[in-house]
């Protein structure tokens, strides 16, 4: 087989979460819809979701969607049942779904019950969840490919309490299903993305805020640039396909450069 009919995903089915912003679920679910799989989308915001969906067709591509909030076991075993009722498989899960949750202000607020339990919930519940019911499915056709999507925040003292807590686990993780999935010819990989342009970091309206507080980042990075939806997408799109058929347990951080120091 040639390098690039590697990359190919006809007839596969992928399931992405997180996937109704304009982040990189979004981003990622078009990508592998244009190279040949059909997506099922999964976020909180319906109409959103109906927008990407309509995208990814107009452009060729074949999409449908569950409206779900990943941090309820129910809402993810649904999602699962859905997807293989819509498209009769599932073969790939980009667990995309998160939260960064309210930077806190002082160390009083970096203790805070509420925003520690509602970040867990989003970020580690929603993805174990996720796996627990999708790895069976991505199991049956000798072609399982889980990527989560992770930060260097499990590299690195980043972000705050829950947030590095999950991020730190799904870094675990990814090598404990890694080993346990590999008899069922399931593979699992995270991408970490460096600081990356966005909608959780440049919101509509902030382009001010964005270029005075984030923009100026892209100098402590060593390619000098932010990082872009493409250049994560591309790292999934790898993840997912025959391309990446023997990597498995591996965190592909992407982030021109910055945990070089």
């Given at each position: ?42 976020a909180r915001r319906v ?102 999507l992770n930060s260097l925040?499990?590299f690195k003292a980043a ?103």
């Amino acid at each position: 087989m040639a390098v690039s009919e590697m990359f190919r995903l006809d007839e596969r089915v992928a399931l992405i979460t997180g996937a109704s912003s304009r982040g990189i679920g979004s981003t990622a679910a078009k990508a592998l819809a244009e190279y040949g799989a059909k997506v099922f989308l999964v976020a909180r915001r319906v109409e959103k979701l109906e927008k990407i969906a309509q995208s990814i067709r107009e452009d060729g591509g074949t999409a449908e969607y569950w409206a779900a909030d990943v941090s309820e076991e129910d809402a993810c075993r649904t999602a699962v049942e859905k997807c293989v009722e819509a498209f009769g498989r599932l073969d790939i899960m980009v667990l995309a779904a998160g939260t960064a949750g309210k930077s806190p202000k002082t160390v009083e607020e970096l203790f805070d019950t509420e925003a520690y339990r509602k970040v867990m919930g989003i970020n580690l519940d929603g993805i174990f969840f996720m796996v627990k019911y999708g790895w069976p499915e991505c199991a049956k056709n000798g072609k399982g490919s889980i990527i989560m999507l992770n930060s260097l925040a499990a590299f690195k003292a980043a972000g705050h309490v829950p947030y590095s807590a999950t991020k730190g686990a799904i870094r675990a993780w990814t090598k404990l299903f890694a080993k346990e999935l590999a008899p069922y010819r399931v593979r699992v990989n995270a991408v970490a993305p460096g600081l990356t342009d966005t909608e959780m970091v440049h919101p509509e309206g902030m382009d001010e805020i964005f270029n005075q507080r984030v923009l100026p980042a892209a100098d402590r990075i060593p390619l000098r640039r932010l990082g872009t939806l493409e250049d994560m997408a591309a790292g999934i799109l790898y993840l997912a396909s025959d391309a990446a058929g023997w990597v498995t347990g591996q965190c592909l951080v992407i982030d021109g450069g910055e945990l070089c120091g």
